[in-house]
């Protein structure tokens, strides 16, 4: 029998232990914190043995396989002890693609995976295809698949979890962009970053696809030096010469059995940023083998993800708007880019090693207000000082709903998008965006009172 060591105790370690025993293997769990007291129950109702608090070397080193999360670095010493005496350290997307006959669908990229991702997953089950949500979004891959496989997953993929792949194979491989992000995985070099999302394909037989978008420049390089076998589409908002791109008010799909063209006005996502998103998941809808009409059909029902762009509400004419899983600087520019004037922007966080000047262009003109959102402010406050007319600065979440209120007049959009990550004030983004939502519908309750 094999024998198996689940590192992290999450989402995805809890599914990939309990997968591993169902197919025999011997499985051991260890989290070096504290697991929570419902997965503790589950490990201790499947009768399967955990530790918490620490990793017991030498029982973690005598196994067969070592399934780590993707939050545990492959620099932290019990997984370099493991890659020194030759274990494979796998992440729970590689175990659990060995028990799936299903076609996957896997989307990376630094921005846009998760929209792509619900909105492919949305047009296929709309559809009736028989189709699976896994990966970074949803629940565990290998949880699902102790209830049921399915004919299509459709699987969001961060780097991190890419870093644990040998054999997955992507039916239809998507890469939405690279930017700079989490370089401190990647010895901050930019190139060790763009290696692990290409890592996507390496997999791939010529009968599958690979979809990249045709301006990323580091999309492009990280094609230069790798080799594709799989047949290569490219999306575009500006070149007619792609596979799939937008041409005025209409975007072209020129994959499937036959061109299409699919209304811009349909989508209920704004953004050019959600444009390609949209250009990417109709683009593999077709490859799925999707009408026109199901497409449409599929468009008109699909809500996107919470934080992400996400109306909260109206006002008194003011739309408040809530982008809190914008926690970099392309993210941002992109919720930016949505709104031609009247922005009342909250921003700030934990900085992620952030350079504003890519944004200063959609800044003037656009920014009334900037509300700083953050425990330390002074890079938001030397990169707008001067460029933005009225900058105020706050630890509360409250009093900046409150400041947004009166800075804004009837047109205007109080955005929170903070090109950082969460971790001063808040547990994590869904808790900064919870919040933010929470009081602006208290908010909304005192007005209408």
Known sequence: MKNVAIIGAGESGLGAALLAQRIGYGVFVSDAGQISADRKQRLIDA????????????????????VKSPGISFQVPIIQKALDKGLAVVDELELAHHFSNGKVIAITGTNGK???????????????????????????WAAQLLESDKDWWVIETSSFQIDGFQTFH????????ITPDHLDRYEYK??????????????????????????????QKGLASSKIRAKKVFISLNEKDASSFLDGEMLHIGIGDEPIQISKELLPIQGKHNVLNALFAISAARLAGLSQEEIEKGIKTFQNAPHRMEKVSELDGVVYVNDSKGTNVEATAYALESYPSGIIWIAGGV??????????????????ALICLGKDNQKLLKAFNGVIPVIRETQNIQEAIAWGRELS????????????????????????????????LNLKMKISA
């Open 190 to 219: 930019i190139d060790n970053y763009v290696a692990s999302k290409f890592r996507l394909f390496i997999n791939q037989k010529k009968q599958d696809y690979a979809l990249f978008l045709n301006e990323d420049s580091l999309s």
């Open 114 to 140: 998760t929209t792509t991702t619900l909105l492919t997953y949305h047009l296929l089950k709309e559809a009736g295809l028989n189709v699976g949500l896994a990966g970074n979004v949803g629940h565990s």
């Open 170 to 177: 992507p039916h239809i491989a998507m890469l939405t962009n």
């Open 47 to 66: 009768g399967i043995e955990f530790e918490e608090g620490h990793h017991s070397e030498e029982r973690i080193l005598d196994v067969d396989l070592i």
């Open 351 to 368: 900085d992620k090693g952030n350079d504003y000047s890519s944004i200063l262009p959609l800044i003037q003109g656009r920014v009334k």
């Open 409 to 440: 007049q009837p047109g205007d959009v109080v955005l929170l998008s903070p090109a950082c990550a969460s971790f001063d004030l808040f547990k994590n983004y869904e808790d900064r965006g919870n919040q933010f939502r929470e009081g602006v």
